[in-house]
């Protein structure tokens, strides 16, 4: 069973950066591609970028220029850097693991799901 830990959430004022991390762990590691979603107080939870195993990113037009995915497969972890932040970025951040070998934004392909750390934006 997968467990994916994120950290790194807290409280940012507007136009600050914040730099989530999460780390996989456990036997079944065969999942390819690795996605950041957030889910604001009575909104759907939303796809903010996603990377997969080789390298390819892709984000949410709402973050575009201002988030940057990354990974250290060594360390089976991933970094979202988020920049220039916005009251609108504030919510849960999720990290999710997917099998699909490409960068996918559907979130319905994610099999397995962190707790979730809260980033808030004022």
């Known amino acids: 069973h997968v467990q994916l830990v994120e950290s790194g959430g807290g409280s940012v004022q507007a136009g600050g950066a914040l730099r989530l991390s999460c780390t996989a762990s456990?036997?079944?590691?065969?999942?390819?591609?690795m996605g950041w979603f957030r889910q604001a107080p009575a909104e759907e939870r939303e796809v903010v970028a996603v990377i997969a195993r080789i390298g390819t990113t892709a984000y949410a037009d709402s973050v575009k220029g201002r988030f940057t995915i990354s990974q250290d497969n060594s360390k089976k972890t991933t970094y979202p850097q988020m920049n220039s932040l916005e009251l609108e970025d504030s919510g849960v951040y999720y990290c999710a693991a997917s099998p699909a070998q490409w960068a996918e934004l559907n979130q319905r392909s994610y099999t397995y799901w962190g707790q979730g750390t809260q980033v808030t934006v004022s």
């Open positions: 456990g036997p079944d590691l065969n999942f390819a591609c």
